[in-house]
């Protein structure tokens, strides 16, 4: 999703840094063998996210939505060297193939995959996060927020994905949209939570950034 002119956004993507061969890999093989291959992250957001992370400096991550693992090797990049990033994904199709690129990079032993709902994984985790990326199924976010929220460190961030929604945000909302419906009550609770300080930026489809106070 792109909400500005072709050519601008391109011009965007070649005055930022290049994108890692290993996930030029990654990218070329998703496209070739998984459905829905542009949920992947993709050159610029993953850039986005990779100096983001790296401003951070986190020493541990939480991802909900792995997919083929482009956005984990990009938030990975940021990782303090003892670091870890644990990634929550539902679809068992793709563990070896998350893993296959995981260790190909220099962050594999930093890198935990978890197989399930992440609503029952994540009370499990016995750990407190200093970067969370948000980027499951759009039905669960809230949900996920009261699951993250006590777990994210002070000055902790979120990065909330999708959240522009393919523009729906700013449409009529038609009553039987449910998802478009959450994403709205989603991006009302970041704005309105009193521990957070948040801001919106539209890229690609709309990234929030939020820290805890």
Known sequence: MH????????????????????LQ???????????QPRMLSGHYQGRVLSIISKLIRPKTILELGTFTGYSALCLAEGLQKDGELHTIDIN????????????QSEYGAQIHQHLGPALEIIPKLNLTFDLVFMDADKLNYINYFY?????????????????LWSGKVIEP??????????????????????????????IRDGLTVSIKK
């Open 173 to 202: 909302l038609d009553k039987n949209d449910i998802s478009t419906k959450i994403v709205l009550d989603y991006n009302r609770l970041l704005k309105e939570d009193e521990r957070l300080e948040t801001v919106l930026l539209p």
């Open 92 to 103: 068992d199709e793709l563990v070896a193939f998350q893993r296959r690129y995981f260790d």
């Open 147 to 163: 699951k993250i929220i006590d777990k994210l460190n002070p000055g902790g961030v979120i990065l909330s994905d999708n959240v």
């Open 25 to 35: 890999a990654l990218t070329r093989e998703t496209y070739q063998k998984v459905l």
């Open 3 to 22: 909400f500005i002119p072709e050519a601008l956004d391109q011009y965007t993507v070649q005055h930022s840094e290049d994108e890692p061969e290993l």
